[in-house]
């Protein structure tokens, strides 16, 4: 017969699976960014729901991590709370992480054995390597063809990332069972996700899968004492990966480029306020401006043509640092730093060496793409670092006992659901009066539209403000729309919205003004012929001066010239 403590990890275990899988796979279209709002949402509403079974259930003691953590977790809560000025959206967010770092510090320290979670991970992995290869070879439908395979995601950093962090795991079973036929079928099940990974054309996702295999196969041969690495083995090693970048670099070419225009723009960002940055969605509000301030400078700059709209700078730390500067990225890694740290002794425990191998592949994967952007790329982080810190040499957690405790968590429960509550009906509203304009009752839903932009979050939600800017822009109150737009540039700021505003003042008969933003547009992408075209109505003269020195100098604009 099962005892309580024994009934009491068996649900936290199928807590645990119900949520990743939910975080993973919930994407209904309920919401205008159902890839993102709907995991987002999922796993807002089951850390709010379960926080409170969870670590409630025992009545004797609550764990929780080192004072010192506790400290540092509530000094970054506390910086970007203030630097975000208490925005809703970043308030829900951060209190989200908190607790669900809590629930899986609880977790690991009630269950030391991890092999059931580390089972659910490779089969994870299992899972979106078919789902993946299917969509690759056909077999199964994808919701954007151009890509090669996208899984339960918009596209293929967000498959290729969680299959590079998932890939340790299976090298973990590959190790470490004795029975030949099952170390034959997690073989099978590493190589089903190497070949996902390299047909995604991830480059960052094959490099941490790249990395993470290499120090597991050092790993292993250092406890193998009749082999010894020596200095050629190193040096082998070190020329490999040197080609192995030149490769990837090779590969795309041209997106590695764009990259570097995106990192030399971004780096403008960081260099105008580089110890607090510029706050929430600094970097969407003004990294379009800086890039045309570039082109600006640098008319014949051979990046022209792969300029494109910015919303995110492909690099997870050149992002923290623009939006709240060196004290914030200093913020968030200081643990995880100390962490590794603390940990550096103890690389003999494999599960510890394994959980340390897929969150460097989260942050290699953070150096070229944008991991985070994926709620399930970020649950399996903070519950690997919340693994890594259970098995560390801390051991001074925090046991309570007090009702304090317990009314904390309870208030921490419920605000959480209430506040998620509130975002979802905020989230499907738009979503409804979204679908009614597309279906051509624009002026039906507009007092819709503006309910939510005074008396919801949503006024602070770039995309949001946006979408009601080129409604009102549709019916033809511009005016409206350009007041709609000067709220939207405080949190997003890129080709679209400048040539809205154009648009806005050439229906006004505001020449100048319409001329001053085509013209900004232009810079921000100079392979845009649209900009140009409309310029031609309010400065012809100037127009011609612009084509023709881009002509001399790069022969971009010959087409339109033709025309």
Known sequence: MLSKNNIGKIITTVYLMLLLCGVLFFTPDIFVSRYTTSPQIFLQSAVGFGLLPVFLRKKTTIHLPPAKYLVLIALCFCYHMIRDHGNFESFVTYMTIICTFLFFYGYWKETPDSHIAFTLFLCLGVVLSIWGLGQYVGWISKRYSVFTMTGPFNNPAGISASLALLFPFSLYFCYTPKNEKIRRINILASLLMIVAIILSGSRAAILAMTVSGTLFVIHILKKDKRFKLSAPHYIMGILLGIFLSLGMYFMKKDSADGRLLIWHCSGQLIKQAPLFGHGYNGFQARYMTEQANYFDRNPE???????????????????????????????????????????????????????????????????????????????????????????????????????????????????????????????????????????????????????????????????????????????????????????????????????????????????????????????????????????????????????????????????????
């Open 301 to 563: 700059s051979k990046y022209a043509m792969l300029a494109d709209n910015t919303s995110h700078p492909f690099n997870e730390y050149i992002k923290e640092t623009a939006e709240y500067g060196i004290i914030g990225l200093a913020l968030i890694l200081m643990p995880i730093v100390i962490l590794f740290y603390k940990t550096r002794k103890k690389k003999s425990i494999l599960k510890l060496f394994i959980a340390q191998l897929s969150v460097a592949s989260i942050a290699i994967c953070a150096l070229f793409s944008y991991p985070l952007d994926y709620p399930f790329i970020v649950t399996m982080g903070i519950a690997l670092i919340a693994y890594i810190l259970v098995n560390s040499n801390e051991t001074d957690s925090i046991v309570f006992k007090s009702i304090s405790t317990r009314i904390l968590l309870l208030l921490s429960s419920i605000t959480l659901t209430v506040a998620t509550a509130y975002r979802m009906n905020c989230e499907h509203k738009w979503k409804n009066v979204a679908h009614e304009s597309l279906a051509g009752n624009t002026k039906k839903i507009l007092p819709q539209y503006d309910q939510l932009l005074k008396n919801t979050y949503l006024g602070k939600n770039g995309l949001f403000l946006y979408n009601y800017s080129a409604e009102l822009n549709h019916i033809g109150k511009y005016e409206q729309s350009k007041a709609v737009l000067s709220l939207c540039s405080k949190y997003m700021n890129d080709y679209d919205m400048q040539m809205m505003l154009a648009d806005n003042y050439q229906q006004l008969n505001c020449n100048e003004e319409a001329e001053s933003h085509y013209y900004l547009a232009h810079k921000m992408i100079p392979s845009k012929f649209v900009p140009l075209y409309a310029l031609v109505h309010w400065c012809p003269f100037k127009i011609m001066f612009i084509v023709c020195k881009s002509f001399i100098f790069s022969n971009i604009y010959s087409e339109f010239l033709v025309h």
